[in-house]
């Protein structure tokens, strides 16, 4: 556990920090000192915020399965979370907040969670919905995962509402909701800020982006990346191996011998190989943004495809349509965001959550940035109040409560 973060408060100067939460003190967090990644000169990071108003308070959860989609005869599952039978209900209608994992786009599953933040969301008013989605390289990004989550959002609106839950009493707010994402997943969260009025639909009220990709512009993305215990070591493989004939909406990783495994750093899975792949190779946005084929496919489809391993990269288009950064850029991006990222990081690097949250200021755009001093890429897993993680966290879900009634 890191503790190199140093709290403090003092008085922000900032007008849209006190026009937004009003009467609230307005106040700065400091989380250390570091060069500006764009270049300048050493500079003291602040990160507006506020003082904490909301009572922190866990609930226990009842969780029951719909499913929210059928893609032929694929269907896409939903975890609905609510207080357990014998918790009082908010007086209010409950706004919902959809949850989506992470996992490079490709492993995981609606599962992967944090029950601890349950609990905590609960307490805080929020009907929760867990996202099942296409995953990638079965399909691309924007065909497959991208579109599932705004037909999640779409449901969460317009359906869920009426949906017969076995805790009748349920009174649920669609026209009010949020979005968070852990990892890849944070890109999917941002991406309904464009694609839901792509379709006549409200964007989401706010969203928080844990330790997410949101800038496939940058270098990072063209170069390898050696992810901490699975360095490349010339091993032999074929990135085909763990692609399937047909889209799936769930992985969970398993050994030869069909252990569960949750390390997604391990060679032992083939489904694992192609995210270590992409990373050594550099073949990340073509993967993810065009999409693999099954060996069967492969064989049938495209025959005059030699090497699998080294795809050429994406147009600057195809990867500007997927990217959290340029749409804010050409103002098709405008949800009020929270950032969390640790300096850490090997998998995604803390620059891109910095360089989006100063773009979305640049624009006048509501942000907020946490960066937590020599955390690691999932740096939210603790439920300790003492964490700098879960403090982080703790802000984060008092930045989407505030933009809901």
Not at 41 to 47: D, G, K, L, Q, S
Not at 192 to 212: E, K, M
Not at 282 to 309: C, F, M, R, Y
Not at 384 to 401: C, H, M, N, Q, V
Request: glycine share 6%; proline share 7%.
């Amino acid at each position: 556990m890191t503790r190199a973060v140093s709290l403090k408060q003092s008085r922000c100067s900032s007008s849209r920090c006190i026009a937004r939460f009003g009467s609230r003190v307005p106040c700065a967090w400091i989380v250390g000192n570091r060069n500006c990644s764009d270049g300048g000169t050493p500079f003291e990071r602040v990160i507006q915020c506020y003082e904490r108003t909301f009572p922190e308070r866990r609930v226990k959860a009842a969780m029951e399965t719909v499913v929210y989609k059928k893609i032929g005869d694929l269907e896409a599952h939903a975890d609905v979370y609510y207080p357990v039978e014998g918790e009082v209900l908010p007086e209010r209608k409950m706004p919902v907040a959809l949850m989506i994992h992470g996992g490079s786009h490709m492993l995981f599953s609606r599962k992967d969670i944090r029950p601890a933040q349950t609990q905590l969301l609960l307490g805080k008013g929020f009907l929760l919905v867990s996202l099942d989605y296409r995953l990638c390289p079965e399909v691309p990004l924007a065909e497959g995962p991208m579109v599932d989550v705004c037909d999640a959002l779409d449901r969460a609106r317009n359906q869920l509402p009426s949906l017969r839950l076995r805790r009748s009493a349920l009174q649920i707010d669609g026209e009010q909701v949020v979005v968070i994402g852990w990892s890849s997943g944070g890109q999917l969260a941002m991406s309904l800020g464009w694609t839901a009025p792509q379709r006549g639909l409200p964007s989401p009220a706010a969203v928080i982006a844990f330790y997410a990709p949101t800038d496939y512009e940058d270098q990072w993305w063209q170069h390898p990346i050696q992810p901490i215990g699975a360095e490349y070591k010339s091993q032999q493989y074929n990135v085909l191996d763990g692609v399937r004939d047909a889209p799936i909406t769930n992985y969970e990783m398993v050994t030869a011998w069909e252990e569960p495994i949750k390390d997604p750093r391990s060679m032992d899975d083939a489904r694992c190989r192609i995210v270590l792949h992409i990373n050594w190779k550099a073949q990340t946005l073509p993967v993810i943004l065009n999409g693999l084929p099954s060996q069967k496919k492969a064989a049938a489809e495209h025959p005059d495809v030699e090497d699998w391993n080294a795809l050429p990269q994406p147009s600057l288009d195809t990867i500007r349509a997927a990217s959290p950064r340029a749409h804010i850029r050409q103002g098709t991006y405008t949800v009020p965001t929270f950032f969390v990222h640790g300096t850490a990081d090997d998998l995604i690097p803390w620059q891109q959550s910095e360089g989006t949250y100063r773009t979305m200021v640049k624009r006048g755009l509501q942000a907020e940035l946490v960066l937590l001093e020599g955390a690691p890429h999932i740096c939210d897993l603790s439920s300790d109040p003492e964490s700098d993680g879960w403090k982080a966290t703790l802000k984060a879900y008092d930045f989407i409560a505030s933009y809901v009634s």
